[in-house]
């Protein structure tokens, strides 16, 4: 008898059904989908989208709030207007054996309305003279930030020059917005 109950096999265990792998991938997928519902929610109240409002000219612009505009102590009361210089200026240049590329995006503050105007009616010879001028550089200079910063000067007196020339009000700063070396 010892021997017959040896010989039968014991039954498998039932796996478990397809419900509850179901029922447990909806469970995850439903909080997945609350915590990204939850964190949306929170990030659009702290970080409100800004108001935007279509010009007549048909570009899309951002409303500043009153508290909002940066006063500069020379012209109390207006704000500063900016003006991208698209597309990017692009330059490559020879570091040792590499052959390399310098992607820079610029954009040119005023607070004057007319000196955007003499950018904007002049952005070609601009940069025309901005290409040149960011051709003439070392790698290892772009690479500190007292190279960029000299860089940047250079092309706001560039610019400045330009505006003088041209008989428009000239531009308070120029930004580089984006820096790429490849």
Known sequence: MAEEAEAEPVPAAKAPGILPKLINAIGVFVLCLGAVVAGG???????????????PDGKITV????????????????????????PPLVVNFEDSAAVRFLQITVELMARDQKAIDGVQKN??????N?????????YKSLMSREGK???????????????KKEGAPPVDDLLFTSFVVQ
């Open 63 to 86: 409303v500043v709030p009153v508290e909002a505009k940066h006063v500069d102590h020379d012209e109390p009361g207006k704000a500063a207007i900016y003006f991208a210089i698209d």
């Open 130 to 138: 901005l290409l040149l001028l960011i051709s003439n550089r070392d």
């Open 41 to 55: 929610f929170i990030n659009a109240k702290l970080h409100p989208p800004p108001e935007m409002k279509l010009a």
């Open 123 to 128: 952005v070609p010879l601009i940069r025309n």
């Open 149 to 163: 910063e000299k860089l940047r000067q250079e092309a706001l007196t560039e610019v400045r020059n330009i505006s």
